[in-house]
């Protein structure tokens, strides 16, 4: 947190609001003369990049001889027929003028020496900007947190025991974030922060957009998470979990393979931090203290033109040939994955062993081929699943096989791209079993590469050139929910799969066809040209309004965030405040009291002795009329400010008013008896016992049924439950029923704190003491309803030209205010400012003339 002295600077004032400084931009309209930044105007000439963070570069780099130096040189070249090679596929989404920069590791080990030249050549010839990574920060930061720690994690698997995984190692966790340091100061080389765009890939950087944002306040920063989102149940055991969330949170739009992953991550945020979302035409968002950081769930496709002319390459088609030669007269199902604990090939061979021996009428004729790339990383884990493979495999090869036939065919990988067609190209039925998987793009490659093409129909000798295709897939993966034909399997069901299996091999071609053309429709429709166009597009959007709100940072480390307000909203200055407090004659003090005089997490809710103190020091001064507006009951508010013989109490929302201790209760003339209450409170019992932690208030005037305590998404699902329940049974009442935080509330219409603002003014004027100072605090949505209430009779005329009118909510959030201030320690302060103001003024000597008119006023409002 940042220390007392330190608020001043981040006043919200011209003068000192440094985030709006003009910034140098990267390019000139004219020699010598720089243009300004302000506002939109600066967004209207796009000359704006798209900066691509990845862990690696698309870039292949070997050595070869370098005969005119006679010695080695480093060859650099786009790796084009890599299919996982996203971060280049993508631009084809984009538009062709735009200039797209590379940051990410290169996949070689470059000296220290050839480091600097390495750079200017990559940066020269393919705008490319190598992060270069000692061998032991990779090994903690990549093999150690990343795939060792995170990657189990995401994919739901935890270290219950030292065998069963890594546990979180504290170096191994700092090294992550030394490499996203090392990222983030490459993008400072490059980066113009007034027009690029900063797109971030996967889990690898997930605090680098803290330290982008802490540097740029104002950054465009998008996030796509290739991998899973845990669950919370998961997700909260990462002693880190706080620092990752902030890194997505201080991104503008973060995107996901599919709602499950988006709806993990939104349950965390609420209860790890507290933070609600809402959705709005189309749109998911959180507020995280000012801004909105949208989410947006989209799956990623392939690239449609790369597959189609490997497809239509002449060694494709001899490939395919040689497979269907090969495989004559057998029905081959073909799996591709990496060796990896998650990818289910185990419990695929199982299911294949188990179908064999279910349908002898099978075994000789169907062939599983897998196909297995490399692990990409290493350990007892990965050696492990390797041993395992091989044993279940060599078991069913010899249960089940014979001379000339292998019922598990292994393939060593990795295979060109050529080769992985050429196996797509002939077999009937694709396996995906993973038992989690963030997104997995083989069943789109089969799709198409089943899909009609004239090199493949000659070489394979098929005539109709109409095709077909089959697809398993585990339903634990990201592509799951976009294979509407698919037949979907729960891994470790191995009967399950293998009944699967039995389906898709002896399903007829017309059901076949059919299932392929709503797959092969989809896929490509949505390839990743259409995935990257869609993500730019948002991710514009979501940073359509940042320069609309003022802005500075927060906190330390990766706990730092950017608070965003609106340009007219202010700290309160107890120097300004008392400066007008002192020139007018007139006042009336509205102050909500939990949270703005006393902190919600305080147990005893009693008034301490200086709030006392304070409130009669207000309330001794003849030109105040002060209130206190809550939503608390009468006896309760009596019973704490008892000690408070002139003060003002409105409780229930304004239901009940009191001028003075000695003045009777005066309650809100309403359209009806409060009969209502007999049908809403057995309706809230019945939730309150369903939900466990819930709690009913009964007031006099209301109802309100409370969920703070309750789990935060089973209390969020219950009380839109019961909002929906209530509007419809007591459609025909004169009540509101209302959403607030965590609670749903029940009262009659025509009660708010907006109308006893309205009231005490209307009170005022019509003993011809318009108020000219108007000072108003209050922390919740409730209290916005006087906000809106005060500026209403700011447009209306109704207040003096000349009024001093102070609105001001508690914490740095938007609000109806003009004014804030951050706890309810600075409120108490700030009256406490007041209080010795007109302390000091009694002191003074008065005729006894002034004294006589002081008494009369005051006994007018009484």
Same mark, same amino acid.
């Given at each position: ?515 392929? #053309?709503?797959? &092969?429709?989809?896929?490509? %429709?949505? +390839?990743?040209?259409?995935?990257? *166009?869609?993500?730019?597009? @948002? /991710? ?111 409780? #229930?929302?304004? &239901?009940?008013?009191?001028? %003075?201790? +000695?003045?009777?209760?005066?309650? *809100?003339?309403?359209?009806? @008896? /409060? ?188």
């Amino acid at each position: 947190m940042l220390s007392r002295s330190c608020f001043n600077l981040l006043n919200l004032d011209d003068c000192c609001s440094v985030t709006d400084m003009a910034r140098i931009p990267r390019m000139m309209n004219f020699p010598g003369i720089i243009t300004d930044f302000n506002g939109q105007e600066g967004m209207k000439n796009d000359q704006s990049r798209r900066i691509i963070v990845a862990n690696q570069l698309p870039v292949k780099a070997y050595i070869k001889d370098d005969d005119e130096k006679e010695g080695k040189k480093w060859c650099f070249e786009w790796d084009k027929f890599a299919l996982d090679t996203l971060i280049l596929q993508l631009k084809d989404g984009l538009s062709s003028d735009l200039e797209i920069v590379y940051v990410g590791c290169l996949k070689a080990d470059v000296e220290l020496n050839d480091q600097e030249e390495v750079a200017n050549y990559l940066w020269e010839n393919f705008r490319c900007v190598p992060t270069f990574l000692s061998l032991d920060l990779i090994n903690k930061y990549y093999h150690g947190f990343c795939k060792h720690y995170l990657w189990p994690l995401f994919h739901y698997m935890l270290p219950v025991t030292p065998s069963h995984g890594v546990r979180f190692d504290r170096s191994n966790w700092l090294a992550y974030v030394s490499a996203n340091k090392i990222f983030a100061d490459k993008v400072y080389e490059v980066i113009n922060p007034d027009e690029d765009y900063v797109w971030i890939q996967d889990y690898h950087l997930m605090v680098l957009p803290t330290m982008l944002r802490k540097k740029y306040n104002r950054i465009k920063i998008g996030f796509f998470l290739h991998s899973p989102f845990p669950s919370s149940e998961i997700y909260r055991t990462l002693p880190v979990r706080d620092e990752i969330l902030r890194g997505f949170l201080n991104c503008d739009l973060v995107g996901f393979q599919t709602f499950d992953y988006a709806r993990h991550f939104l349950s965390c945020c609420s209860r790890m931090l507290g933070l609600d979302y809402q959705s709005k035409r189309g749109y998911i968002g959180i507020d995280y203290f000012g801004r909105t950081v949208t989410i947006k769930i989209l799956p990623v496709g392939i690239h449609m033109g790369q597959l189609q002319n490997v497809m239509s390459l002449p060694d494709t088609g001899k490939k395919a040939k040689e497979l269907q030669e090969k495989y004559e007269g057998k029905i081959v199902m073909l799996g591709i994955d990496d060796m990896d604990m998650f990818k289910g090939i185990g419990l695929k061979f199982l299911a294949m062993g188990h179908l064999l021996d279910q349908t002898p009428s099978l075994r000789g004729r169907v062939v599983l081929v897998q196909i297995t790339n490399p692990p990409r990383s290493r350990g007892s884990d990965i050696q492990e699943v390797e041993r395992e493979v091989k044993r279940i495999a060599s078991e069913i090869n010899r249960r089940h096989g014979k001379p000339g036939y292998e019922p598990i065919v292994c393939v060593n990988g990795p295979v060109s791209t050529q080769d992985k067609i050429a196996h797509y190209a002939i077999s009937e039925c694709v396996v995906v079993n993973a038992v989690r998987d963030g997104m997995n793009l083989v069943p789109y490659e089969y799709t198409v590469s089943r899909q009609s093409s004239d090199n493949l129909n000659k070489a394979l000798g098929l005539d109709n050139g109409r095709r077909n295709s089959v697809i398993i897939v585990s339903e634990f993966i990201g592509c799951s929910p976009s294979l509407s034909g698919a037949i979907r399997v729960n891994p470790w069901d191995i009967e399950g799969v293998s009944n699967g299996m039995f389906s898709a091999v002896t399903m007829n071609d017309s059901e076949k066809e059919l299932r392929h #053309e709503k797959h &092969y429709k989809y896929v490509s %429709s949505h +390839d990743v040209a259409y995935w990257a *166009r869609s993500f730019d597009q @948002d /991710l514009k959007r979501a940073c359509g309004g940042h320069y609309d709100k003022r802005c500075w940072g927060m906190g330390l480390g990766l706990g730092f965030r950017v608070v965003a307000l609106g340009p007219n909203f202010r700290k309160l200055s107890v120097e300004h405040i008392v400066s007008a407090y002192n020139r007018t004659n007139s006042r009336l003090i509205l102050l909500d009291y939990d949270g703005t005089m006393l902190p919600e997490d305080k147990v005893d809710k009693a008034p301490s002795e200086e709030v006392i103190s304070i409130l009669n020091g207000l309330c001794s001064d003849p030109k105040n009329v002060v209130f206190i507006v809550s939503g608390r009951g009468r006896d309760t508010l009596s019973k704490w400010f008892s000690p408070c013989p002139q003060l003002g109490l409105s409780a #229930e929302h304004g &239901y009940f008013t009191r001028w %003075s201790k +000695d003045s009777d209760w005066e309650s *809100r003339p309403v359209a009806a @008896d /409060l009969e209502w209450k007999k049908v809403v409170l057995p309706i809230m019992e019945k939730y309150t016992e369903a939900t466990d932690g819930s709690s009913i208030e009964q007031k006099e005037s209301a109802l309100v049924w409370h969920h703070l305590e309750a789990d935060p998404d089973f209390g969020i699902w219950q009380a839109k439950e019961l909002l929906d329940h209530l509007e419809s049974v007591l459609a025909n009442e004169p009540v509101v029923v209302k959403r607030g935080q965590h609670i749903v509330e029940v009262k009659p219409q025509d009660v708010s704190k907006g109308l006893v603002f309205q009231n005490l003014l209307a009170s005022m004027q019509s003993r011809g003491k318009s108020p000219d100072f108007v000072l108003c605090i209050g922390d919740d949505r409730s209290d916005e309803d006087m906000f809106e209430s005060i500026a209403s009779s700011l447009d209306n005329n109704s207040l003096p030209d000349k009024a001093e009118v102070f609105a001001c909510t508690v914490g740095q959030k938007p609000s109806m205010a003009k004014y804030y201030l951050d706890d309810p320690v600075e409120v108490v302060n700030m009256l406490q400012g007041l209080s010795a103001t007109t302390a000091k003024v009694q002191l003074l000597p008065k005729s006894p003339l002034h004294q006589v008119s002081i008494v009369k006023c005051h006994t007018a409002f009484v």
